[in-house]
């Protein structure tokens, strides 16, 4: 699935089976929420802290498309092509970092 696959899908699902997208500002909010659920599980598998003994494990997949479908649905409030952002953002970092992360010492 690419990218404009994946924003064709959620829009029809929204129109479909959602009724309407959530506000932008909700959305927002919702997308933050995401983030936090994702982090939490992160913390937990490849952090320092355990899981609560009535904690039940989640797929680290699932919580990363939950990131993903709202961020997506915000791309598709706003007018966004994620492709041609993404493929903008990759020149912007290739040009900015061609030699950076290469003579950092941090990363050796």
Request: hydrophobic share 35%; glycine share 4%.
């Amino acid at each position: 699935m690419t990218l404009q696959d994946a924003q064709q899908q959620v829009e029809h699902w929204i129109k479909t089976i959602g009724v309407r997208y959530f506000s932008e500002l909700t959305n927002m909010a919702i997308l933050t929420e995401e983030v936090g659920e994702l982090a939490r599980l992160m913390a937990r598998q490849y952090g320092d802290q355990s899981f609560k003994e009535n904690e039940q494990q989640k797929d680290l997949g699932d919580e990363m498309a939950d990131v993903l479908w709202v961020l997506i649905c915000l791309a598709n409030q706003t007018g966004v092509d994620l492709t041609k952002a993404l493929e903008k953002n990759f020149e912007k970092k290739t040009k900015r970092d061609a030699n950076r992360h290469q003579h950092n010492e941090k990363l050796k």
